[in-house]
């Protein structure tokens, strides 16, 4: 091609100093200007490619004189800081092949006039601020090869797309597609790459759809697809990937699916897959990763699947599978040894492997230790039971998460073992590791997640575990043990997400935390004392607080009103007294308030009852006095009501019934209550638990009491 028939312009190479200097504007802005402003002798009417690619600092509307260029094959003015809507006359380019306006901010719809770009082969509009519906006219591109129009605002994908029928790639990645996905679709009988994703695409995936046998990637995830899967599918002999996760679609595998030899990637999980697993699933010979996770898939785990020697990542979590694991982890330790494994040096192996959340049983299998390359094993939340040795995790090397909780597990090793592996996350939740803390987490540098919750650990917590981890971030649960005595200064070494040590025997005042990006702290349950130290003022991004069930004194900090994202708050059963704060805002984000069984006294504040995302609030065995606050009848999520056992005077508020239209539970027992008891009540229809015992109200039970549907009188 004639280069003066070619212009690529690059602002990092192309900042004249003449007109940054005469005209006094910086070097990021000449280029716009040179564009806007061209000498009217240049005549660019014989140009045919122009790229004007990647000059991100433009930041203007497009230049009417680029539409008179009709001689244009290429146009490239992607990553320009472009705005503004499209032209009609764009529709003056007829004879352009490839047009990429991406990672732009063009918006408005796409003008009908693009029907006029019949010779067009590639056009790329992705990343911008498109609307509406895919024109109609578009179907006049029937030359066009790759369509791109992910990243925008497309509302409808018309039947007319079917006349594309040249297209091999088409992309409308995270729009806001919605209907059904047209018929017409499966006339693009040369689509090798489609992806649908993340849109609001309902019904079902159509029949046709088995037209497209040179697909070789579909990715249909993130939609409202339903129904079942088309038994077509088979007909997709080329596909390397199938993406369809985070669905409604049901049904069981279709056999089909056996006949996708060169299928690489499966990945559909959450949806409503329901029967067993197919057995022809030991055929995809090329499954580089099969995720079936949360779906309701049952039975046992077919033994074929131990010869899928190429598989890297292996999700079956979140479904109903029953047996044991020992034959596919017995094919799949064997891998290396196979005929997809001897003669390459650089086997990939098995990655990841999740099973947790199903009903599997029986022991786990020593050759799990042989699986060298894992890097994430999940068993965790099924009837596995059986002692764990050092074999168990023997070859191990590359392991970083390992979660076991919730079997009937137990771990027997050495007091000087050494893993092979070093963890970012450990969950033994309920596995029974010993009596004392483990001594080989001593080589878990870089842990960042530990849970050892209910698993028979007792005495004191070691003080290296305060500078274990080099992590700047850390979970850690201990709960459900015989820990006891004072925990470690060395924790304050940490900057805790969650931290969860409830349900032990630890004494003492509550531990010295860094605050500064502390989620979640559960202390409850144990035999801490003194009051609630200040430094968690500063836990700006706390969200669940609970501390019951210890012997904590003093009042409660005023700071507490100023944690605005805390929607949990338990300090019940402690030996806390005084009066509540008043200094409560409206906009918290509090949900649970349970103060219940302390030694509070004074009136119930206006500002803590009128909380609007309150739930569940839980005043019972104190010392509150006065009337019902008015400010309660704000409370209008709530669900459970409970100022039991208080000295709290005057009547029933009638606003109770009218206001409170959520409640469930509903406790004003033993209080010093007095008057009629207001038929309002009966309005609360779903309240089932009305106790008002023991307080001195008088007259009937309003006869109204008798429209209750779900009620337990109490």
């Not at 203007?60 to 472009?82: E, G, H, P």
């Not at 919750?453 to 917590?461: E, K, P, R, T």
């Not at 012997?551 to 100023?562: D, R, V």
């Amino acid at each position: 091609m004639n280069p003066s028939h070619v212009i690529k312009l690059d602002l990092r190479q192309h900042p004249s100093n003449y007109i940054s200097d005469y005209y006094d504007l910086p070097p990021s802005k000449v280029v716009a200007f040179m564009l806007t402003n061209l000498p009217h002798y240049l005549n660019f009417t014989s140009l045919r490619v122009l790229d004007l690619s990647y000059n991100s600092d433009l930041n203007i509307t497009l230049f009417q004189w680029l539409f008179n260029l009709t001689s244009l094959v290429y146009l490239d003015l992607s990553r320009c800081a472009l705005y503004g809507k499209l032209p009609v006359t764009v529709g003056n380019l007829s004879r352009l092949r490839v047009f990429s306006l991406s990672d732009n901010s063009f918006g408005g719809v796409i003008p009908e006039s693009f029907g006029n770009l019949g010779s067009l082969e590639k056009l790329d509009l992705s990343n911008n601020k498109f609307i509406g519906s895919i024109s109609e006219a578009l179907s006049n591109l029937t030359n066009l090869v790759h369509f791109d129009l992910s990243f925008n605002m497309i509302v409808k994908l018309p039947e007319s797309i079917g006349m594309l029928q040249k297209l091999v790639s088409f992309d409308l990645f995270e729009n806001q597609v919605q209907g059904l996905m047209p018929a017409s679709i499966g006339n693009l009988r040369n689509l090798q790459y489609l992806d649908l994703s993340w849109n609001m695409i309902s019904g079902a995936i159509p029949e046709s759809l088995g037209n497209l046998t040179l697909l070789q990637h579909f990715n249909g995830a993130e939609n409202y697809l339903s129904g079942k899967l088309p038994e077509t599918i088979a007909n997709f002999v080329h596909l390397q990937f199938i993406d369809l996760s985070q669905n409604e679609i049901s049904g069981k595998l279709p056999e089909g699916y056996g006949n996708l030899s060169q299928l690489q990637q499966l990945r559909m999980q959450g949806n409503g897959i329901m029967g067993g697993l197919p057995e022809y699933v030991g055929k995809l010979s090329s499954l580089l990763e099969l995720d079936l996770s949360n779906n309701n898939i049952n039975g046992t785990l077919p033994k074929v699947m131990g010869s899928l020697c190429k598989l890297q990542i292996l999700d079956l979590s979140s479904n109903m599978f029953s047996g044991g694991i020992d034959g596919l982890v017995d094919g799949l330790s064997k891998c290396r040894e196979s005929k997809y494994g001897s003669a390459s040096e650089n086997w990939e192996g098995l990655q990841t492997l999740n099973l947790g959340n199903n009903k599997l049983n029986g022991t786990v299998p020593e050759n799990i230790g042989q699986l060298s390359k894992l890097d994430s094993l999940d068993l965790s939340s099924n009837s596995l039971k059986g002692v764990l040795t050092e074999s168990h995790f023997a070859s191990l090397v590359s392991l970083a998460v390992l979660d076991l909780s919730y079997n009937s597990l137990q771990l027997n090793v050495s007091e000087n073992w050494e893993p092979p592996f070093s963890c970012l996350a450990i969950r033994m939740c309920s596995v029974k590791v010993g009596h004392v803390f483990p001594t080989w987490l001593k080589t878990q540098k870089y842990l960042s997640y530990l849970c050892l919750s209910d698993a028979g650990i007792s005495g004191n917590i070691p003080a290296w575990l305060g500078s274990l981890s080099l992590a700047s971030g850390y979970v850690l649960n201990l709960s459900n043990n015989n820990f006891e005595g004072r925990l470690p200064t060395s924790l304050k070494n940490y900057t805790f997400y969650s931290i969860d040590l409830s349900s032990n025997r630890f004494e003492g005042p509550l531990p010295e935390l860094d605050p500064s990006f502390l989620l979640v702290i559960y202390l409850n349950n144990n035999s801490f004392s003194g009051s609630i130290p200040s430094y968690f003022a500063n836990a700006s991004y706390i969200q669940v607080f609970s501390i019951s069930d210890n012997h904590i004194n003093g009042n409660i900090p005023s700071f507490f009103c100023n944690l605005t994202t805390l929607e949990l708050l338990d300090i019940s059963n402690n030996d806390m007294s005084g009066g509540l704060p008043n200094c409560w805002n409206s906009t918290s984000a509090l949900e649970i308030i349970n103060l219940s069984d302390n030694n509070f006294n004074g009136k119930i504040p206006d500002g803590l009852v009128s909380l609007t995302n309150l739930r569940s609030l839980h005043l019972r065995n104190n010392e509150f006095s006065g009337d019902l606050p008015l400010s309660l009848k704000m409370a209008k999520k709530l669900v459970t009501l409970d100022i039991s056992e208080n000295k709290l005077s005057g009547s029933i508020p009638i606003w109770i019934g009218e206001n409170l239209s959520s409640l469930i539970v509903l406790c004003l027992r033993s209080n010093l209550l007095h008057g009629i008891i207001p038929s309002q009540l009966a309005k609360l229809s779903s309240l089932q638990i009305l106790d008002l015992a023991h307080n001195n109200l008088s007259g009937c039970i309003p006869h109204s009491f008798g429209d209750f549907k779900a009620m337990n009188l109490c």
